[in-house]
């Protein structure tokens, strides 16, 4: 496969359920992130790592939780959530996030919180 | 704090028709801004790229320009089509924040 991967596609989860989303990308790259995109809201940073390091935390609620056990790989384990956390989570990478390069995207994971 | 903004929030064109999408940012200090393309439900595609060095990059029917001293960025569309119909994301890279502010983009409807 090529370029930036998420699975799944599409969840449903209730509040106590835990659960992770997985992003991985095949491009080399050494910097990754989670975005967050609510309805009618622009995208959100979440998290950035670079080269495995947590690099930003923009001020997200402990019950998202990222792990990134090398740079092609990505989680976000997901637990007690709320229903306003349901929204479009997006994967980026890019070569290095000094000087901000390129950014690629995933597809997504559409998460649905009941 | 990096603010974008995209004007206007929908169009809606005929086939054919040249457009031109607007951006604006109040950090000029920059160091580059992307255009994307998001469809409806999917993941964003990068259309353009431009360096803060540059004044603007064109790939096919699509040309970005960037004037930094304003903080202003257009996308123009030559020749639109109805497989443009999308929502269109301007997204500003670095400042102080190293990282990219997006706006809330232009969602675009080409009609046949």
């Known amino acids: 496969e090529t370029g930036v991967t998420q699975t799944p596609r599409h969840l449903v989860m209730g509040m106590t359920n835990k659960k992770s989303l997985k992003c991985e990308q095949h491009l080399g790259h050494n910097a990754m992130y989670w975005y967050k995109q609510s309805a009618k809201k622009p995208l959100e940073l979440m998290f950035v790592?670079?080269?495995?390091?947590?690099?930003e935390n923009n001020s997200v609620p402990s019950r998202f939780s990222p792990e990134c056990p090398n740079s092609s790989h990505l989680f976000l384990h997901l637990h007690t959530l709320q229903p306003e956390d349901s929204a479009l989570y997006l994967c980026a990478s890019s070569q290095e996030i000094i000087g901000v390069y390129e950014q690629y995207f995933g597809p997504g994971t559409r998460l649905t919180v009941t | 704090k990096q603010e974008v903004t995209q004007i206007p929030a929908a169009l809606s064109v005929p086939e054919g028709e040249n457009l031109v999408l607007n951006c604006s940012f109040t950090d000029s200090a920059i160091y580059n801004l992307q255009w994307f393309r998001q469809d409806p439900g999917k993941g964003l595609t990068s259309l353009l790229l431009i360096q803060s060095s540059q004044r603007e990059q064109t790939s096919g029917r699509l040309n970005a320009s960037l004037d930094k001293s304003s903080g202003r960025s257009t996308l123009y569309i030559a020749a639109s089509q109805p497989g443009d119909s999308a929502t269109y994301l301007c997204a500003v890279g670095g400042g102080s924040a190293r990282q990219l502010t997006f706006g809330s983009g232009t969602q675009l409807t080409v009609l046949p």
């Open positions: 790592y670079n080269f495995k390091e947590q690099t």
